[in-house]
């Protein structure tokens, strides 16, 4: 790995145990030390906007308390992905006071015949009882605990958490540390916040963007579907016993199996890319007037089929296909047709008004009614529309090395979310679920996505810069009530939390939209409908 620069520092022997660090006084072997704090799930806010997942917070690092007896030296070294290598050297005297320390702990815990506990046990009688290797190692993890955050002084307020760790190998140093009056050299890896580079400068302030609205979000358009959604579901379903599948003449139901179901619910599993392994052998309502998510050629495929048929057939995604990573993918599908419905439908008109909306006695206090909903929900997507527009542009003017840290802390969280709506809306069997748990579908999901990831962890990035450039500021009860709400959904679903990590990210998410907020009223906005 390529070095950028290095600097040599010198610290004064002054050091408290750091909030990283664990406080038992018991001392045990390990591989490798690292320090890892608590992961939560932080549950979504209710709101317009986009929500800003937030990136991790830095580490503290208090030196006041514990004082070492003699400098330790720090040699810090520039890494690329916005990490630092800091490379510790400990002087003997400092592993001499670790090693005293460790003889008294070792003298309170231990019982040894001849000696009233508590009482000065000689060095030797002692390291004989509880062995040289066990006094070693544990002096090594006294040493590691006392002068790790003098250490970390240099990049307090820019170390990230959850990525500080020790790479030198235990063993290696149960190797070099052959007697307390030596020195104890090791090697710790860290991430720091990265530097966000604006190209061009300041060029946030005057932006230009163009909205594509999607004529589907279209209150009018939007109004007539769910009137329709409404009125089909009065309706009733009988068997089709005399003929096969007549998509066009007669809207259908059927009950179908696929052996291989590559593409019916797309969307749901797009960023899985595992979509004939993980949807094999699954059944399915397929309703031939919402079918509009199905490829070209779907529906034609299984004109005429009728109960207990089964059809193969292949289907070409087109390059206009949405999902740029199916355009041109050849899909084999097996569908049996397990049995087909057609719907009875009553009159659609003032009679059965207050059964598609309770309380309306007319058709048009029915649309009315939806169609203020519509309106609604219209004004959102547009807000959303216009978020999304700006933070997809905001990504492509920044310049950031990217700590990997971040990457597969906000890659983790974007794949737990996915999960957890595709589990609300398919209601995936345990096994399904636990395959995509798997450390194995993690991996291959960050690998996957990983340049969606990368662009929102820049635009998360870019939001929180443009926060304290333009200096903008968050009401202090506005905090405090959104946290209440989070807690109180932690409590609701008896799950633990960490209340200062759900006050750090509660603020994130709330500063992001304050600056889309913003972005909004300086930027210059046009609409264009697809």
Known sequence: ???????????????????????????????????????????????????????????????????????????????????????????????????????????????????????????????????????????????????????????????????????????????????????????????????????????????????????????????????????KSLGSLRIVADRGLQVYLFPCILNVFFDQCFGLLIVSLECFGRYTDLMQNMSFQLDTEEADHLPPGFLEAIVGIQPSETRSFPIVFPESWEQENLRGVQAQYTVECKELFYRVLPELDDAVADRLIPDCSTLNEVRESILQRCKELEQTAKDQATDNAILDQLRKMVEIDIPQSIFEDQGRQLYGATLLEIQAKQKLSEEQLASLSSPKAVNEFLENQRESITDVIKQNLAVADIFKRENLQLPTDEILREVENSIAEFKRNKQEYDEERIKDQVQEILEGAKVLEWLREHAHIKYVTR
């Open 1 to 231: 790995m390529e070095l950028l620069s290095s600097a040599s520092l010198k610290f004064r022997p002054s050091t408290p145990p750091s909030t990283l660090l664990s406080s038992s006084s018991s001392f045990q072997t390990s591989t490798n030390l690292h320090l890892i704090h608590k992961q939560i799930h932080f549950p979504n806010f209710n709101s317009s906007t986009r929500q800003i997942l937030p990136v991790q917070a830095t580490v503290s690092v208090k030196t006041d308390e514990d004082r070492l007896p003699a400098d330790i030296e720090v040699v810090e070294t520039q890494e690329p992905s916005s990490r630092i290598r800091l490379s510790v050297s400990v002087p003997p005297v400092v592993c001499e006071d670790c090693y005293s320390r460790v003889l008294a702990e070792f003298t309170k815990l231990v019982k040894i015949p001849g000696f009233r506990p508590g009482k000065k046990v000689p060095d030797y009688i002692l390291e004989n009882y509880v062995g040289k290797k066990n006094i070693r190692q544990a002096t090594i993890e006294s040493i590691l605990k006392r002068t790790l955050p003098h250490a970390m002084s240099s990049v307090e307020g820019k170390a990230l958490k959850d990525s500080v760790r020790i790479i030198t190998k235990f063993s290696d140093m149960d190797e070099a540390f052959s007697s307390p009056s030596d020195s104890l050299r090791y090697d710790v890896i860290v991430d720091v916040a990265p530097e966000v580079k604006w190209i061009p400068e300041n060029g946030y302030k005057n932006l230009k963007i163009t909205v594509e609205i999607d004529n589907e979000i279209d209150a009018q358009t939007a109004c007539e579907a769910e009137i329709k959604r409404r009125y």
